[in-house]
């Protein structure tokens, strides 16, 4: 679930970076903008370089408060853009395996389904649309902490703050 994704993706993972149509012309400039933002210590909340200014947090696309874009904070845009979007292919799988083994599949079954969660058409498809790559795999999450929690395993409290967490997580992503 981790190797598949960095096989397939191995052009990024060499340094590649994902540059056409939507990443280069949206993505990018807003990515930058709130990395910048936050390094200079502002909340990344208003975008003067468009028109007469527009929302940048308001914007969800952005995902200026999504913690897993700490990337654009430690590495150049273009290359946070690619590497983020293989971190969330991973965790599709790694979240479809876990709901997979809540519903009781046995292993090779889950290991299966997530490698078809992960490498599906729909995601991979739409890579450079950074906030779909995002939120998608918080999907499988919700259903995974879903499951839990409607099953009783565990304590009910920690299944509650769990799911809180990746419901608030997805939305955070950004679509």
């Known amino acids: 679930l981790i190797v598949l994704p960095l096989i397939l993706l191995v052009p990024i993972v060499l340094g590649g ?11 990018y400039p807003w990515q930058k903008l709130a990395a910048e933002m936050w390094r200079a210590g502002q909340l990344p909340l208003w975008n003067a370089w468009v028109g007469s200014g ?6 969800l696309q952005t995902g200026a408060f999504y913690p897993l874009n700490f990337l654009y904070l430690i590495l150049s ?3 946070a853009m690619g590497y983020t979007a293989i971190l969330h292919v991973i965790l599709a799988g790694l979240f479809m395996y876990a709901f997979m083994r809540t519903l009781k599949l046995d292993r090779f079954s889950s290991v299966v389904a997530a490698i078809a969660f992960q490498l599906c058409g729909f995601l991979i498809t739409r890579l450079s649309f950074f906030s779909i790559t995002a939120t998608l795999p918080w999907l499988a999450a919700w259903l995974w902490r879903s499951e839990k929690l409607a099953r009783g395993e565990g304590r009910g409290v920690t299944n509650v703050v769990a799911l809180a967490f990746v419901v608030g997580m997805g939305i955070l992503a950004g679509h």
């Not at 149509?21 to 949206?26: A, K």
Request: net charge negative; proline share 10%; aromatic share 20%.
């Open 77 to 79: 845009t273009e290359y």
């Open 54 to 59: 527009a929302p940048l947090a308001a914007n």
């Open 17 to 27: 970076v994902l540059y056409w149509g939507v990443p280069l012309l949206q993505f």
